[in-house]
């Protein structure tokens, strides 16, 4: 099944335009949005969650109308919400045997089979006894991942899911995500460039609740071959380039600042090349939505 939105536009009671006339298509696997905070990407997934309404477009997983039959979407749907918050006192097992009921798995030894694969399957099961106020983040969010698994579900949707995560829980959580996506979609919403790199088939970027860019992370990367060049400068340095050249981001390498600039050639003699990744192009992608803004706010 695929996921389509089309048009998809929200704005808040306080004037705040969310989503702007979004266009997406999310075939099966993993699909990264990306986009820094504020950009709308958690308003488009409770929307797509069913927990609140856009004001325009069509939300479509296969033949479902998301906004039309909000059941049907929920029977089929896996989410683990940005703020995910777990009863301290109680125990793994308890939790989600308990959400389990509340999904509609009534009968007790069916429950308890789906309760014991699951707590299996995110690596729980030895802590399935401990309070869930104990664990740690990461294992936090692998319980956040079983409670959105009840069901077998065909759309999860994973937002923000690795914050805070130190690099190994990170890296665990990562593998388990791999491990779901076969034959499902999953939208994972981040502001961390290499969840998207490290996971995703495909990916978009969202900013100002636009799709400023879609496609695969690695066409993508690759059309960036050649045109992104790399300095070492100091403060002065940077605010001299910034105004001659397009300064995409800022690195900090050992302490020094590191300029990637985008350029059809290269700027200067002092410059070098650089092999693009996909931080590139998320900064390329947002560099260039900001100039475009600038141009029209300067125009207007
Ligand atoms: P992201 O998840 O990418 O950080 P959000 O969807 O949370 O972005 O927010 C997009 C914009 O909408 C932000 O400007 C945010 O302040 C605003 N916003 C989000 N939720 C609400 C709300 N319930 N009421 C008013 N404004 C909101």
Redo the contacts with the bound molecule.
């Keep these: 099944m695929e996921l389509e939105l089309r048009g998809v536009t929200k704005t ?3 004037g ?1 335009k ?1 989503l702007d006339d979004v266009n997406l298509k999310i075939p099966h696997g993993m699909f990264g949005l990306l ?10 997934m409770r929307s797509l969650a069913t927990l609140q309404a856009v004001d325009a477009g069509t939300m479509l997983f296969g033949d479902i109308d998301i906004a039309q039959q909000p059941e049907r979407l929920r029977e089929v749907l896996g989410y683990l919400p ?1 703020d995910f918050g777990v009863y301290p006192k109680v125990t793994a097992w308890d939790m989600l045997d308990h959400l389990a009921q509340l999904k509609g798995l009534s009968k007790r030894s069916e429950r308890h089979e789906v309760v014991k694969a699951l707590l299996h399957r995110v690596n729980l099961w030895e802590h399935q006894s401990r309070r869930l106020g104990g664990f740690s983040g990461g294992m936090k969010q692998r319980f956040g991942i079983a409670q959105a698994l009840i069901g077998n579900p065909k759309l999860i949707i994973v ?2 899911p690795t914050a805070g995560l130190d690099p190994a829980e990170r890296f665990r959580f990562h593998n388990l995500l791999a491990e779901i996506s076969e034959d499902v979609v999953v939208l994972l ?1 981040t ?1 961390i460039v290499t969840d998207v790199s490290d996971l995703c088939r495909n990916m978009a970027i ?1 900013a100002s ?1 636009k799709v400023i860019l879609s496609g695969h992370p690695l066409e993508l990367t690759k059309k960036l071959e050649g045109r992104i060049w790399k300095k070492f400068v100091t403060a002065e340095e940077l605010e001299a380039i910034s105004k001659a050249l397009p300064v995409i981001a800022v690195r900090r390498v050992a302490g020094q600042r590191l300029a990637h600039v985008f350029s059809e050639a290269r700027p200067d003699g002092e410059f070098e090349a650089v092999n693009p990744d996909l931080e590139d192009v998320y900064f390329q992608a947002l560099s260039a939505t900001q100039a475009a803004l600038r141009l029209s706010a300067g125009q207007a």
């Design positions: 808040y009671p306080n705040v969310a986009g820094p905070n504020g950009a709308g990407k958690s308003s488009l940005q937002d923000e919403s502001h969202l609740g």
